[in-house]
């Protein structure tokens, strides 16, 4: 799913939502800036709350919304979900360099997010997930999506499965 436009476009939309709600400013990084910040990763979060002096680093995804054949595990949500925790956990090492690269931003807090729709099934697949966020540096954060933008990640959940079966 992750190669269709249509997803592209999605997260796009709701990572833009996201950094509006939160009144957070994206901060705009080539990736050569970015690998070299965050130890040769790119995140898809990475943004400044003024108000707060809060940086924000994470990962999105909308895969795994529907889950997956009518069930709510989806083996690419769940290695998006672990990627990001590694990636995340490195940052979180790293985050008095990282602060320091950031220099001309007053940080005083660093939130390490993983942001999904709301709604989106395949964290109800694992008890260890809703967990995993309560217990950990990581905090994950459920993005409000119009029901036009649902009806677009049906669209696109459709489209991705067309080109699976095509390529078979």
């Known amino acids: ?26 901060i705009s990084l ?7 910040i ?3 990763m790119e995140l ?8 707060h002096r809060t940086l924000y680093l994470g990962e999105f ?3 795994g919304y529907f889950g997956r054949n009518g069930k709510k595990f989806h083996i690419g949500a769940n290695r998006k ?3 990001s925790f590694v990636k995340l956990y490195i940052c979180n090492v790293r985050e008095t360099e990282i602060k320091k690269y950031l220099g001309s931003y007053r940080i005083d807090a660093v939130k390490y997010i993983f942001a999904v729709p709301k709604g989106s099934l395949f964290l109800e697949a694992l008890p260890y997930h809703k967990e995993l966020f309560g217990n950990s540096f990581l905090e994950l954060e459920e993005i409000e999506i ?5 009806i677009e990640l049906e669209k696109s959940y459709r489209n991705a499965r067309q080109e699976i079966k095509g390529s078979i």
């Open 61 to 63: 995804t909308a895969s």
């Open 1 to 26: 799913m992750a190669n269709t436009s249509e997803y592209k476009k999605i997260e796009f939309i709701c990572l833009k939502t996201y950094y509006e709600k939160k009144n957070i400013e994206e």
């Open 38 to 40: 965050f130890g040769k």
């Open 81 to 83: 979900l672990s990627e």
């Open 30 to 36: 080539s990736r050569k800036e970015q690998r070299k």
């Open 44 to 51: 898809d979060i990475v943004g400044y709350s003024k108000i």
């Open 146 to 150: 119009e029901r036009e933008m649902i």
